[in-house]
């Protein structure tokens, strides 16, 4: 199993960016799946999760800025950050969920920074 993050880089405030996760080796139309971040010194968060059935969810910290999507067809899910702010730095992991069985990408670091 691959879980393959990848879009993170440095971006001034208000910027955007656009990370991608490309995963192989599950069936990825029936894993829900989610972007979770990681701040130096704190615990990981989850940021945004999507379903099965395309229900999403969003911390509080990223509503209205940050979107989820997944893309079925090409086993990919997207996380679209708006306006983003120096607090979102982190690196943030792909996870996919079915059941009791998580699967783990490696990571792509966003830093926000002027």
């Known amino acids: 199993v691959q879980l393959q993050a990848s879009g993170g880089g440095l971006v001034q405030p208000g910027g955007s960016l656009r990370l991608s996760c490309a995963v192989s080796g599950i069936i990825f139309s029936l894993n829900h799946m989610a972007w979770y971040r990681q701040a130096p010194g704190k615990q990981r968060e989850l940021v945004a999760s999507i379903s099965t059935g395309y229900y999403t969810f969003y911390a509080d910290s990223v509503k209205g800025r940050f979107a989820i999507f997944r893309d079925n067809a090409r086993n990919t899910v997207l996380l679209h950050m708006n306006s983003l702010k120096p607090e979102d730095t982190a690196v943030y992991y792909c996870?996919?969920?079915?059941?009791?069985?998580?699967?783990w990408g490696q990571g792509t670091k966003v830093t926000v920074s002027s």
């Open positions: 996870n996919a969920r079915r059941f009791d069985t998580d699967y």
